[in-house]
């Protein structure tokens, strides 16, 4: 079988069916875009958490005015603030300690809300001292708030994990809801693949009878069908790559970046480690179900 008729084949099947090739190739580049959307959003959690979770600290918010904690019997004092600090300074998992006052805090609120009209309702005295404890691992949390939970003088301990889990969740949810589209657009991919296939099989099936007759192989009767599916797929998985590598582009460098500098964004490495998964998914899906509808139309 030369590789020269094999073309002529495959371009020739490329022509006849060429509405339904066309509808194929756009079908596999939408959803392998949100395959490739799906990975890049997993990636680009990953990339989040790695940089925030090491971020993370323990705060231990210190009794004050309102405290209403059965370890607080008034504002905290300087003989209670060295305690913790010692308790602190003494567990292994701790690697900073740093305090702030209910002054320093005071000041840093009225940074952060400059121009608005809550400062007016806030007082130095509404904001607790507190203790911000760099971790060596955020999961050993647990080990810090075990050993000052009864400790007079704290009135409460706070995760931030806890608070950036929920970010995260929500980002899974987003990411497990395009896998979902995906999947389906894939399975209707598939569907359409099998029906272009058939089609393209009946419309050829004197041409496959007289190839049998001749003794040709299944394998040569079948495989310009295969490799028709295959270039659609092709094509399709490079428009939804070129698809990804814009966005990294033009959105994520040249618009997200620019102005969401506390994000770590994805990088290229990352971005294009997803263009061999889409070809992967896109021909090995195609070639997989043109091959399964042709044992079934053209047996022999």
């Known amino acids: 079988m030369r590789f020269s008729f094999v073309s002529k084949e495959v ?59 059965f370890t607080c019997t008034g504002v905290v004092t300087d003989e209670q603030r060295k305690n913790i600090e010692v308790i602190l300074n ?13 002054e320093d805090a005071y000041d840093q609120f009225k940074e952060q809300f400059a121009g608005s009209a809550i400062l007016a309702n806030i007082s130095p005295d509404a904001l607790p001292a507190s203790f911000r404890v760099k971790l060596d691992n955020p999961e050993n949390f647990e080990k810090v708030s075990s050993a000052l939970l009864a400790v007079q003088g704290v009135e409460s301990i706070q995760d931030q994990r806890k608070l950036l889990d929920r970010f995260f969740q929500i ?53 310009p069908f295969i490799l028709e599916a295959a270039v659609a797929a092709i094509l399709g998985s490079t428009l939804a790559t070129a698809g990804i590598l814009a966005s990294k582009y033009w959105l994520i460098d040249a618009k997200l970046a ?37 044992r079934r139309y053209l047996k022999g």
């Open 11 to 69: 371009g020739s099947g490329l022509r006849r069916n060429f509405t339904m090739t066309v509808a194929l190739i756009v079908s596999v580049a939408v959803s392998l875009s949100l395959v490739g959307a799906a990975l890049l959003l997993s990636a680009q959690v990953d990339r989040m958490k790695g940089y925030w979770y090491d971020k993370i600290e323990v705060s231990i918010f210190l009794c004050g005015n309102t405290s209403v904690a």
């Open 90 to 102: 003494g567990l292994e998992p701790v690697q900073d300690v740093f305090y702030e006052s209910s």
């Open 171 to 223: 980002l899974k949810g987003l990411q497990t809801f395009a896998l979902a589209i995906a999947a389906a657009m894939l399975f209707v991919t598939v569907l359409l693949v099998m029906n272009t296939v058939r089609v393209a099989a009946f419309a050829r099936r004197r041409e496959t009878s007289i190839m049998r007759s001749v003794g040709a192989s299944n394998m040569a009767i079948r495989l």
């Open 258 to 294: 620019p102005n969401l500098t506390f994000i770590p964004f994805v990088t290229w490495n990352e971005v294009l480690a997803i263009a061999p998964i889409l070809y992967l998914v896109g021909v090995g899906t195609t070639v997989l179900a043109a091959s399964i509808t042709l």
